[in-house]
């Protein structure tokens, strides 16, 4: 398991009062964050830009050392046991950096293979697995510069899996990428998790991408958790409008009114076609059993019903509207 | 750590094979043929083939032009070591690729060394034909014991390498090449008895030719090249770059390490 406990990251900086003045400031990107990724699972670490994600990731990753806190990965110090804790982890980012361009896809694994100190018939098994996971095994002798930004990045995934990482980094590993590849891609990182076994934190601006694979999700603004929970759970927290539309055979304005008055605190508006009535509903709660009870009370028939759910991504918006208010 | 090495060895050869850095090939050649052709040019054109008996007692030879083209031959080899050497985690910086470095469990030293034996080639690649142009300018290439000059070499390497641990760490934090580098280099060509002896320099510049492995690199390999002197009267040149060695090395670990973290947090933080 991995596990940060109270880890802050702070910098001094200095800030120019005038052209001969400056002051020295401290600023911290991360602070007493607690976080912990388990084996096989796949944790979302979410929040807008300049929230702390990428320092946070940073600094699991042992690139960066946290100012205070501790960071184990299966027990090991992740500062003080630095070269072991490497070989347990990868990480892989968005975009095209990360690889060499000169070099063919083979020749890029060979490379970080030998970095993780693999060698012989072990790494060249490796890299043939590799290269036939993300599907480049007919494009292994193509130098990188010739590659498309996809192929790049199912390059970036079989460099970040060379040394068979028990967990891995993905920060937004989906960047910029087509749909359909981005969907194989998806796939892919749900398959680490439960056939590999692997814990997997995600980053990424993509919300639905992060609801679909995250078993649990971190969600951190100006470098403190202000929520952790799974995704179902975050989104029933934060968010509470359920829009509901609703069509049904024609509805007495009797009924009409006797709906409005039990359904208090929501947003109804009633439209009468030839022969239905149009039912549109803001609530803060899922009134969907509300109206199907009603309906088989009356006997009155449900011609079409379409709840639309909040989505994490509304979470999120709810979140960042009450923090900026 | 071998397999860093050859890791890195190898990934350089192909890049080189690939895109061979002529502009540095030929930069570092031109720059030894400039001062071969200025030397030339100011010895029989300016002062007549004169030298002043001062020069020969500091040189330890009346043989101006080899005494130049040697200089400008390990002037060069010194040069291309410092900036193979000293530009690789900037490079790796710049191309995005220094986060993946080090994101592995390797050795810096061995990422190093591969990058130094791999540079090596293409060093000895300028050091041929420099010689080859040297000698069209009156450098002799007989009765030259190349087992001492291999000698020599192999101490300025070291010597070398861990000043450009040094000089790489200042690139580092400036994130800067070219201002960095030249200014050294410039220093170099003055005070290092290129083209002239570091006794002719004033008391309060002196100094720095004493803190150069080339100033003593360039002695040993006059020494065994025009002089053709025994390997014992090398003893005092070749240890005095082992400790000019050994005192760089420690120093260019430390800042290096230091400078790596500091770029991390300076770039990524």
Known sequence: MIEAKGISKCYTIKKRMNFFRSEKQIVCAVKKLDLSINEGEIVGLLGLNGAGKTTTIKMLSTLLNPTEGQITVDGDDAVKDAMKVKKKINMIAGGERMLYWRLTGEENLRYFGKLYQLSGLQLEKRIA?????????????????????????????????????KYLFLDEPTLGLDAPVAKQLRGLVKDLASQENKGILLTSHYLEEVE???????????????????????????????????????????????????????????????????IHIDAPFDPTSFFINICMNEAISILKLELKRPRLEDAILTLAKEKSA | MWLSISATFWRNYLVMRRAFPWSFFLGHILSAIYIIIFAYLT???????????????YAGTNDYLSYCILGGLLYSFSVSLLMITSRTLITELREGTLESLLLTPSTRKGYFLGYVAQGLIRIMMEFLVIIAIGSLFGLHLQQINWFHVLIV?????????????????????????????????????????????????????????HIMPLTYGVDALRMVWIEGVAINDLLTPLLKMVILGLIYLPIGSYLMKRMEKYVLEKHFG
Request: with cysteine; hydrophobic share 45%; aromatic share 10%.
């Open chain 1, 129 to 165: 697995y590799l290269l036939d996971q993300v599907g480049l095994s007919d494009s292994k002798d193509v130098p990188v510069e010739l590659y498309s930004k996809g192929m790049k990045q199912r390059l970036q995934i079989a460099r970040g899996l060379i040394n068979d990482p």
């Open chain 1, 212 to 278: 679909e694979l995250c078993d649990r999700v971190y969600i951190i603004e100006k470098g403190t958790i202000i929520l952790h929970d799974t995704p179902e759970k975050i989104i029933a927290s934060v968010v509470k409008n359920y829009h509901l539309m609703i069509e049904t055979s024609s509805l007495s304005v009797a009924l009409q009114n006797k709906i409005k008055k039990e359904l208090v605190n929501c947003t109804i508006q009633f439209t009468d076609l030839t022969d239905s009535t149009s």
């Open chain 2, 43 to 57: 010895y029989f054109f300016v002062f007549k083939g004169d030298l002043s008996s001062s020069f020969s007692a």
């Open chain 2, 153 to 209: 070499l192999a101490i300025l390497i070291l010597s070398t390498f861990s000043m450009a641990l040094v000089l790489s760490s200042f690139m580092l934090f400036f994130r800067d090449t070219y201002i960095t580098q030249n200014t050294l280099f410039v220093l170099m060509g003055l005070v290092c008895s290129i083209t002239f002896p570091s006794d002719f320099l004033p008391e309060g510049v002196r100094w720095i030719s």
